[in-house]
C-alpha cells in the first residue's frame, strides 16, 4: 500500500510540473580575446544553433562580470566594472528567431577609443538567453517551470600588453575532503591590470628531512583582473602528516609567483 501511494506521488509530481528545456549552444567558445589598439574596429561573431524541434526565440545583450574564489559571481550594468568595454561593444541585432536544427550567426563591432586608455585588460560579456513564450494554463491544475540555459560569452580586449602585467596574490590554501579525495584549494587574486590563464602547483616536503613528496598542478583557467578563483589539486596520494610546501602560481607568460606554506593533511 505505501509503495501505491509512493507511485501515485510521483505520477502527481510528473503531470503537475511541465520542465521545457531550450535546446540552444553556443558553437565557438565562451571566451572572445582580442588586442587592440586605439581607434581600431574588431568584428566578432556569436554561432549559435537550435539543437530543438521547435522555433526558439533569443536574445542578445551586454552585461558587466566579475566573479571571486568564494564561488560568486556577478552580472551588472554595464558600466558598473570600471575596465567594461561594453561601450565600446555593438550588436547587429539583439533578437533572433531561429527554426528547429537551425544554425545562425550574430556579428559585433568592437570600436576601441581615439584617446588613450589605461594599459592592460578590459572586458564585458554577451549573454544570449532563450526567451520562452508565456503561455496560460487556467485549463491545467498545477504549475508550469521553465528552466533556460543562459551563455555568457566573454569578450576580452588587451590594450598595450607591453606595458601590463598581471599579479597574482594568494588568498587563502585550504585541504578540505570531497568525495573521498583530498582536495588543496589554493584561492588565488589576479590584482595586476592584465587577464592571465595561471595554473597552481604545490611541491611537498617531509617536514623534518626536506625529502620532496610529490609535485601536483591544477588545471589552468582565467583570470581577469580584480577578480579571484579556488585553483583544485587532487594530493589524495600524499600520506596523511605535516608538511612544508611550495606553492606555485604560474601564467603563460612563465611569470611565477610562490608561497612557504605548512600543510596538514589529515586521514578524516
Not at 510528473?14 to 581607434?39: C, D, P, R, W
Not at 594599459?119 to 520562452?132: A, C, F, H, Q
Not at 503561455?135 to 504549475?143: E, H, I, T, Y
Request: some cysteine; overall charge neutral.
Amino acid at each position: 500500500m505505501i509503495m501505491m501511494k509512493r507511485m501515485f506521488l510521483l505520477m502527481f509530481l510528473m503531470l503537475q510540473f511541465s520542465f521545457l528545456y531550450a535546446g540552444i549552444v553556443v558553437l565557438n567558445g565562451l571566451t572572445h580575446a582580442y588586442k587592440v589598439e586605439n581607434g581600431k574596429v574588431y568584428k566578432g561573431k556569436v554561432e549559435i544553433e537550435n539543437t530543438g524541434s521547435k522555433p526558439q526565440n533569443v536574445k542578445l545583450f551586454l552585461q558587466d562580470f566579475t566573479y571571486h574564489a568564494d564561488g560568486s559571481i556577478n552580472y551588472t550594468a554595464i558600466r558598473t566594472n570600471n575596465r567594461t568595454n561594453g561601450d565600446w561593444i555593438k550588436l547587429n541585432t539583439n533578437l533572433i528567431t531561429l527554426k528547429g536544427k537551425e544554425k545562425t550567426e550574430v556579428f559585433y563591432e568592437i570600436t576601441v577609443p581615439n584617446q588613450s586608455v589605461d594599459p592592460g585588460s578590459y572586458w564585458s560579456v554577451i549573454i544570449v538567453e532563450p526567451v520562452e513564450d508565456i503561455k496560460p494554463s487556467d485549463d491545467k491544475a498545477g504549475v508550469n517551470i521553465t528552466s533556460i540555459v543562459r551563455y555568457a560569452i566573454q569578450v576580452i580586449t588587451d590594450y598595450a600588453t607591453e606595458k601590463a602585467k598581471p599579479d597574482l596574490k594568494f588568498e587563502s590554501v585550504k585541504i578540505e575532503k570531497e568525495e573521498g579525495k583530498q582536495i588543496a584549494k589554493i584561492a588565488i587574486a589576479n590584482n595586476g591590470n592584465l587577464y592571465c590563464k595561471p595554473t597552481a602547483s604545490i611541491e611537498i616536503y617531509n617536514r623534518k628531512t626536506g625529502e620532496r613528496i610529490g609535485s601536483y598542478t591544477s588545471i589552468a583557467m582565467g583570470l581577469l583582473p580584480q577578480t579571484s578563483k579556488s585553483f583544485y589539486i587532487d594530493i589524495s596520494k600524499v600520506p596523511a602528516d605535516r608538511y612544508k610546501a611550495v606553492i606555485i602560481a604560474t601564467d603563460e607568460e612563465e611569470n611565477a609567483f610562490a608561497l612557504n606554506v605548512e600543510l596538514e593533511v589529515k586521514n578524516d
